[in-house]
């Protein structure tokens, strides 16, 4: 544990925080928003946090990760105003209470005519591949297979194509680099090195556009909070605060208390999706499979989450040769089942240099790869 994370407070500058500056106006306190930027964002109690929240757009934060500002509506210069004070009844300039301030009415439901609908999905850029049909871009894609078969090393070749707008080898992929970022759970930053690098030192060129998150464990939680809403809220800002275009969460037990829940996945799942719309981002998942029987072929029922992504991917492992696996599509919302159980895509893992990941040798019936007994 300790080469993961080896930087200690006393090492690392402080990290600036978000300022907020709010304004008395229309019988409340708001401010604009730093996801929608819309002047929506209010103060909200939850779990006995006070937390500010968009009625627009949905985002949600924790106050205390923001500097928080006051200023009236006439405009008068800005000065420190206490936390505490804009949670429902906000003090007044004089050191009086005021009355109750009126809390926005939050609507759940954007209703409009369909060809409103329409007209705005046209003026959107358009529908494009990340990784084939496999994952879309403004998808929310999740992809599983068992123990030890090689989801992380498939997900950071992913980035690692999209970040320098390349395309896997033998796959449809984008045009332009994007920016991504990796939200690592699974691997210490000295297992990531051995995986790209050579026996001489040499390692992989990433491009700038690529970046790796992971979870400082210096960093408390914040009293009150469970651990699933503090990293999905860090995970929200780390894409506000860098401006990523494709995330990727490796993996979804990480999240998860209790990960045989399907209840608990569900949830996690629908609070992903929310984050992912709310973002305008790509999203991809990474989940473990509880295929029991290898002798079967992968289907939908070998996971859980699949209701609230776009698309869904499997990676199993080959019978045939050990270095063998095969990529086989469970879900997809845009596009054809292009590999399904009769064409499913065959690849070699290989480590070429300083990289260690896949290539394209063909494409064959699932059967072939599986084996004869359970």
């Not at 006070?50 to 008068?76: E, L, P, W």
């Not at 275009?245 to 979804?252: F, K, M, P, S």
């Not at 089942?337 to 260690?356: C, G, I, Q």
Request: proline content about 5%.
């Amino acid at each position: 544990m300790q080469d993961k994370h080896q930087t200690t407070n006393s090492q690392k500058a402080p990290i600036p925080r978000p300022v907020l500056t709010f304004a008395d106006a229309d019988g409340d306190v708001r401010t604009f928003c730093p996801a929608c930027g819309e002047f929506a964002l209010g103060i909200d109690e939850v779990n006995k946090q006070t937390i500010v929240k968009c009625s627009h757009c949905g985002f949600q934060g924790n106050a205390n990760h923001f500097t928080v500002q006051h200023r009236d509506a006439m405009h008068t210069p800005v000065e420190a105003y206490p936390l505490q004070s804009l949670n429902g009844t906000p003090q007044a300039h004089n050191g009086t209470a005021p009355e109750a301030q009126a809390q926005p009415k939050l609507q759940l439901l954007l209703t409009k005519p369909i060809s409103s609908w329409l007209n705005e999905a046209k003026a959107q850029p358009p529908i494009t591949p990340l990784f084939d049909v496999f994952w879309l871009s403004g998808e929310l894609a999740f992809l599983f297979g068992s123990t030890n078969v090689g989801k992380t090393i498939l997900t950071v070749q992913l980035l690692d194509a999209i970040s320098k707008g390349a395309k896997v080898q033998g796959f449809d992929g984008p045009k332009e680099p994007m920016k991504v970022c990796l939200f690592d759970f699974e691997l210490s930053v000295r297992q990531f090195l051995k995986r790209h690098s050579d026996e001489n030192g040499n390692v992989h060129q990433f491009s700038d556009n690529f970046l790796r998150s992971e979870i400082d464990p210096n960093t408390p939680l914040p009293e009150g909070m469970n651990f699933q809403d503090f990293i999905l809220e860090e995970i929200e800002r780390t894409i506000i605060e860098h401006r990523i275009e494709v995330v990727a969460i490796d993996n979804l037990t990480a999240l998860l208390s209790n990960i045989t829940e399907t209840k608990d996945a569900l949830e996690l799942m629908h609070r992903l999706r929310l984050l992912k719309l709310r973002q305008n981002i790509s999203m991809l998942v990474v989940g473990h499979s509880m295929r029991q029987d290898s002798s079967q072929p992968i289907t939908k029922c070998d996971t859980i989450g699949l209701i609230f992504c776009d698309s869904a991917f499997a990676i199993g492992e080959s019978a045939k040769e050990k270095n063998l696996r095969y990529l086989k599509q469970i879900k997809t919302s845009s596009d054809e089942f292009k590999y399904d159980d009769e064409n499913v895509a065959v690849l070699r893992l290989v480590k070429r240099n300083s990289f260690l990941g896949f290539e394209l040798i063909g494409f064959d019936d699932e059967s072939e790869h599986l084996c004869d007994f359970p």
